[in-house]
């Protein structure tokens, strides 16, 4: 891993949210130097959580799945992994890795020095805090290399991610750890930051780890294991404190989306907060300058996933359909016969509308990131359920999404094969959990055994050269992504231990 670790040793090390001053190099100061009391750490781990973000996911999810279609306004933008391109030499594949790398590296140093710190009674609660809220954000971005990368999330020999538990340098150099090894320290960070905060007495805020999302987070881990009874406890365990509504309101929805304070507070587990100063821009993953029609979009909804919201509009009151598109879009009843349906039919994605108490340009192009929501412990649920054959609870599970989105009465589905309730779980979360970094791992976990790919509508794959449209489940490219070139070029020891197919 020498490359990647070259530049993650070369990467300060936040002791302050700003990023532009009173930061420290470990190489310079060492690690003693930079971190000697409580109060160090707990300014810290602010480092630790600015290096934690999901723009680089949702950015790749977006644009090599059936979420989107090419835009008006887009120049090239993004066009080769829309196309289907995806290789050791991709940059996206770099970016996922490298980031999440980052922030181990961070935790990583932080938790080291923390070893050195004696706190005295009165500071005890912040110091366990601070190491539990690190230790969780540390197993968050090995769960985030293991679900991009992991060979096989459900077989514990296969191949996992690089193990790093320590401050790493230049001439550190491992060779990938098994799946099995990497749930263990995923786990074991969770379980040791659960006793930490506890014993902290460390109270909800949805900005900051929390008991309930190291539990949700627990609950996520489980389930792509398929550990079910790991999974079951943890999602109940969360859902006891978070409930989605009864009723669909859009109104309330759309705050949610917009930032709103307060804005349906029980449906956001642990939310990832943005200024003007720091986290990532999301709005422009799609759009140029805004989320609207004259924002020029250089990313479109996906012609075949837009049906479906309006199909389900139109027969249930979603609600999802007028949230996460614009009400300035374009959109054409004739766009399979348009001679440019490209500029005739423009599907304007509006799930980040922006956050307007920011202000200005930055607030157009920014809001907070919803790291996990209460509709993925229903998701889980339903897929224990269909896993153990329970198709009646499957069910119950995905109704219960279905009606906090339906302002009409649905009917329960009824499934009688796994088959059936995996398709049926796969196409809610499609909907749900649009342009949130999820597709392309529902796809690889759950695709085969739905008989699922990529479903794009042939009309969007006449505006790209590309002998790809649809993808199977089974394609090499679907099922993980490659270990980055710089990996294998700066670390001997991982040779041999690229991803099958690349």
């Not at 929805?253 to 709103?260: E, N, Q, R, T």
């Not at 250089?298 to 389900?312: K, T």
């Not at 649905?410 to 088959?419: A, E, H, K």
Request: glycine share 8%.
């Amino acid at each position: 891993m020498k490359k990647i670790i070259i530049a993650l040793s070369l990467i300060t090390m936040l002791v302050a949210c700003d990023d532009t001053k009173d930061i420290i190099q470990p190489g310079e100061l060492g690690i003693g130097n930079a971190f000697i009391t409580t109060d160090d750490l707990t300014t810290g781990v602010f480092g630790v959580y600015f290096s934690v973000g999901m723009r680089n996911e949702i950015l790749f999810t977006s644009f090599f799945t059936d979420e989107v279609s090419i835009g008006s306004s887009n120049g090239g933008q993004g066009l080769p992994l829309h196309e289907g391109v995806l290789n050791p030499n991709s940059g996206e594949a770099q970016a996922i890795w490298q980031s999440n790398y980052t922030a181990i590296f961070r935790a990583n140093t932080l938790l080291t020095a923390a070893e050195s710190i004696v706190p005295d009674a009165s500071e005890q609660q912040a110091y366990d805090a601070a190491v539990g809220e690190t230790l969780a954000l540390r197993a968050y971005s090995f769960s985030r290399l293991l679900a991009f990368f992991g060979e096989d999330l459900q077989n514990d020999s296969a191949l996992g991610a690089i193990i790093i538990d320590f401050p790493a340098n230049a001439s550190t150099q491992l060779p990938r750890g098994t799946i099995g090894e990497t749930y263990d320290i995923i786990l074991d960070d969770l379980d040791r930051a659960e006793l930490l905060l506890t014993s902290a007495g460390t109270t909800y805020d949805r900005f900051r780890v929390s008991i309930d999302f190291i539990r949700a987070l627990r609950a996520r881990v489980a389930n792509y294991r398929g550990d079910n009874m790991l999974a079951t406890a943890n999602a109940n365990a969360v859902l006891a404190n978070f409930t989605l509504p009864t009723t669909a309101n859009a109104a309330d929805y759309a705050s949610l989306w917009g930032d709103v304070p307060g804005a349906a507070s029980n449906e956001i587990i642990m939310n990832l907060d943005v200024t003007i100063n720091t986290g990532p821009t999301l709005v422009n993953i799609y759009n140029t300058n805004g989320s609207s029609f004259d924002g020029g979009p250089q990313f479109d909804m996906g012609r075949a996933l837009f049906n479906v919201y309006e199909s389900n509009s139109t027969n249930f009151g979603d609600i999802r359909r007028d949230v996460f598109v614009d009400a300035t879009s374009q959109i054409s009843a004739t766009y399979m016969t348009d001679v440019a349906p490209r500029d005739s039919d423009q599907i304007v994605i509006d799930k980040y509308p922006g956050d307007p108490l920011i202000g200005g340009l930055g607030g157009e192009l920014r809001n907070d990131q919803k790291v996990i929501r209460t509709a993925e412990m229903h998701f889980i649920l339903a897929e224990v359920a269909a896993r153990e054959s329970n198709f009646t609870e499957a069910a119950r599970q995905i109704d219960l999404v279905r009606n906090a989105r339906y302002t009409s009465p649905v009917t329960t589905p009824v499934y009688t094969t796994q088959q059936e309730a995996f398709t049926d779980i796969l196409l809610e979360r499609r909907l749900e959990l649009f342009a949130e970094g999820h597709r392309y791992i529902d796809v690889r976990r759950l695709g085969q055994l739905a008989n699922v790919g990529y479903d794009r509508d042939p009309v969007d794959c006449t505006l790209y050269q590309a002998p790809l449209c649809d993808r199977p489940s089974t394609d090499t490219e679907t099922k993980y992504m490659p270990i980055p070139l710089l990996e294998f070029t700066g670390n001997p020891a991982v040779a041999g231990q690229q991803n099958p197919g690349y």
